[in-house]
């Protein structure tokens, strides 16, 4: 089982990405599914999360710019930012907090990061 996330890229200031975070393997379900970002010199922390329900919190500064959505078909989830800044500049992780599968059940997963570069 693993997380695979892309659609990172560099950015102008005021522009979109729209990154994607697929889960593979054996996978039966998953529970909430999130967001992070740790920028250089700083530590990682929460962006956005979407529960299996559909429910969804984010942190005050994407409030209004980010979605985060998923596609349980899909096992991926997505996370639309839309009006960059360059203090959103970071490497971005996706994050499943429970998900059970042939393995067992699996607690904090995490992606392997996608770099986003919003330039001024």
Same mark, same amino acid.
């Given at each position: 089982?693993?997380?695979?996330?892309?659609?990172?890229?560099?950015?102008?200031?005021?522009?979109?990405?729209?990154?994607?975070?697929?889960?593979?393997?054996?996978?039966f379900?998953?529970d &909430?599914?999130?967001?992070?970002?740790q920028?250089?010199g700083?530590?990682?922390?929460?962006?956005?999360k979407?529960t299996?329900?559909?429910?969804t919190?984010?942190?005050?500064?994407?409030?209004g710019?980010?979605?985060?959505?998923?596609?349980?078909?899909?096992?991926?989830?997505?996370?639309?930012?839309?009006?960059?800044k360059?203090?959103d &500049?970071?490497?971005?992780?996706?994050?499943?907090?429970?998900?059970?599968?042939?393995s067992?059940?699996?607690y904090?997963?995490?992606?392997?990061?996608?770099?986003?570069?919003?330039?001024?």
């Amino acid at each position: 089982v693993q997380l695979q996330a892309s659609g990172g890229g560099l950015v102008q200031a005021g522009g979109s990405l729209r990154l994607s975070c697929a889960a593979s393997g054996s996978i039966f379900s998953i529970d &909430t599914m999130g967001w992070y970002r740790q920028a250089p010199g700083k530590q990682r922390e929460w962006v956005a999360k979407i529960t299996a329900g559909g429910s969804t919190n984010y942190i005050s500064s994407a409030k209004g710019r980010f979605t985060i959505s998923r596609d349980n078909a899909k096992k991926t989830v997505y996370l639309q930012m839309n009006s960059l800044k360059p203090e959103d &500049t970071a490497v971005y992780y996706c994050n499943v907090d429970r998900m059970i599968s042939a393995s067992g059940v699996l607690y904090n997963t995490w992606g392997q990061g996608t770099l986003v570069t919003v330039s001024s």
